[in-house]
């Protein structure tokens, strides 16, 4: 009865021991979990390693096609990943090294090893198809491969000089058949090697190696992959980084197209700073003689030949002005702008070759801007006129120093003034010849080339400019004169 009682009065009760009944206490045992065999942690032992991998390549003795199975077949038992630097050390020293490049005195060594090998040529090649079988069969090794040469690089006072020499070849030979990234030669800057010399005497057996094994050209592709084509000079300390420094090293050394490269990248980085100087200085308006006076300076500094200057210089000169994209009006802007510059174009033309290359340079820009396509033989007759170009140079073009690039458009424009100068060289050499028979006569001989300005008549090169047209009909006047005066005074 009470308990009925209780229950209708004070219903809170039955849930609050109810609740108390569903609880339970937290427990401190906790759950042990047992740990697999496998992923237990081995302890590393690289002295464990070290005699496996050494007994087995005492067994195999000397063949290296041998020690190359040897190695294919430990990789399944060996841990290869793992001790990856152990097994390398092992290869090229015979042994583990400690810092410095140095064996330690209480472990094992081989002689099954590059360090220990004959130090030619062909025992290296050997060796690299050893690394190189190994590298083919267990991929993952790749990466310890190239650290283990960038250390054994860093180590290169610690070796003897035969070993170094062993070393240098070993790594041009797997350099040359893409084992090993050029990137690897970094190891070579460093300050300690490069004030020794180390640096640069390994570097001449390196390329060596490499240059015998491929040319010169894929070495070059080689190194501009990772940005080492302009970083060859810092082999040397900082006061013998010079192109000549650097040729007559290696040109003594026995490696003269590496030295001709060299000395071709250092011209190629003078020509892009020249350019770009010679662009600041054109839109800045400084005057020709400063700007001629600081390219022939620079000519001189870098051994840069005129062909080559003229090239950059009109390049220079068509850059800095933005051009009308009307085919008829961007001849007579042409014009107008290299009459301008004309002058600076001429002090860099004393050479026939160099005005053949402003040629070629002219018939490449008008066949790539299409704009310019009608305005080549104004642009030809301009240069003739102000003396950029002369007759030879043209002549020789026409005939047969001309590129493909809108050959015939070119020709068939240039026809009628080339027509024209070779009837001038031809009269010109008729009356040289009549002075040297007859004597001078009285009156001023017109020099070749000179008298072609006189026929006005010849749209071909006729110009709108007032000034030439003025200057056309003086000379027209003096040709009828000096005539006159032939006939009354022969």
């Known amino acids: 009865m009470a308990l009925i009682f209780l229950r209708l009065y ?114 290296m090649q050997a060796f690299a198809q050893v690394f190189n079988k190994l590298i083919r069969r267990y991929k993952y090794l790749e990466k310890g491969f190239e650290d283990e040469v ?82 060859l000079m810092e ?11 650097f ?26 700073e020249l350019q770009k100087e010679l662009q600041e200085q054109m839109s800045r308006g400084d005057p020709f003689k400063d700007i001629i006076l600081y390219v022939k300076e620079e000519m001189k500094k870098n051994n840069i030949p005129e062909p080559v200057v003229i090239g950059i210089v009109w390049s220079s000169v068509m850059s800095t002005v933005e051009w009308n994209k009307k085919e008829e009006l961007v001849a007579e802007q042409a014009i107008k702008h290299l009459k301008q510059y004309s002058p600076l174009l001429a002090a860099f033309t004393t050479q026939g070759q160099s005005e053949l290359t402003l040629l070629l340079k002219i018939q490449e820009y008008c066949y790539d801007n299409i704009h310019f396509m009608k305005a080549f033989q104004k642009i030809v007759v301009l240069f003739y006129k102000a003396e950029v170009l002369s007759e030879e140079p043209i002549l020789k073009w026409y005939k047969d120093a001309h590129v493909a690039k809108g050959k015939s458009v070119f020709l068939e424009q240039m026809k009628k003034f080339v027509e024209w100068l070779k009837n001038a060289e031809e009269e010109s050499e008729s009356e040289a010849e009549e002075v040297r028979s007859n004597g001078p006569r009285h009156g001023k001989q017109l020099k070749s080339g000179e008298n072609w300005i006189a026929d006005t008549t010849d749209s071909c090169w006729t110009t709108s400019s007032p000034a030439i047209q003025t200057s056309n009909s003086i000379a027209a ?14």
């Open 10 to 123: 004070f219903p809170f009760l039955r849930v609050s021991f109810m609740n108390n009944q569903k609880q339970q206490k937290p427990t401190l045992s906790g759950q042990r979990f047992k740990t697999r065999k496998r992923d237990e942690k081995e302890r590393f032992d690289p002295t464990q390693f070290q005699d496996c991998i050494i007994q087995g390549l005492t067994e195999t003795g000397t063949d290296l096609e041998a020690v190359a199975k040897f190695l294919d077949a430990s990789g399944a038992k060996l841990d290869y990943r793992r001790y990856a630097e152990t097994l390398f050390d092992i290869l090229v020293a015979g042994g583990m090294l400690a810092p410095g490049g140095t064996l330690a005195d209480d472990m094992m060594r081989t002689d099954v090893c590059v360090f220990a090998a004959q130090e030619d040529l062909e025992t």
């Open 150 to 231: 960038k250390k054994l690089l860093l180590f290169l006072k610690g070796f003897s000089e035969s070993e170094r020499n062993k070393l240098a070849m070993l790594t041009g030979v797997l350099l040359a058949n893409g084992t090993l990234n050029a990137s690897i030669l970094n190891s070579l800057y460093n300050e300690n090697l490069v004030k020794e010399g180390v640096s640069a005497a390994f570097a001449v057996k390196l390329f060596k190696s490499w240059i015998n094994e491929k040319d010169i050209n894929a070495v070059a592709a080689s190194l501009r992959k990772v940005s080492m084509d302009n970083r």
């Open 235 to 245: 082999l040397f300390p900082a006061n013998k980084q010079s192109v000549e420094h």
């Open 247 to 272: 040729t007559k090293y290696f040109t003594e050394a026995g490696l003269k197209e590496l030295s001709e490269y060299v000395r071709n990248q250092q011209t190629i980085g003078a020509r892009k």
């Open 477 to 490: 006047l003096f040709v009828l004169t000096v005539k006159l005066a032939s006939c009354l005074y022969p």
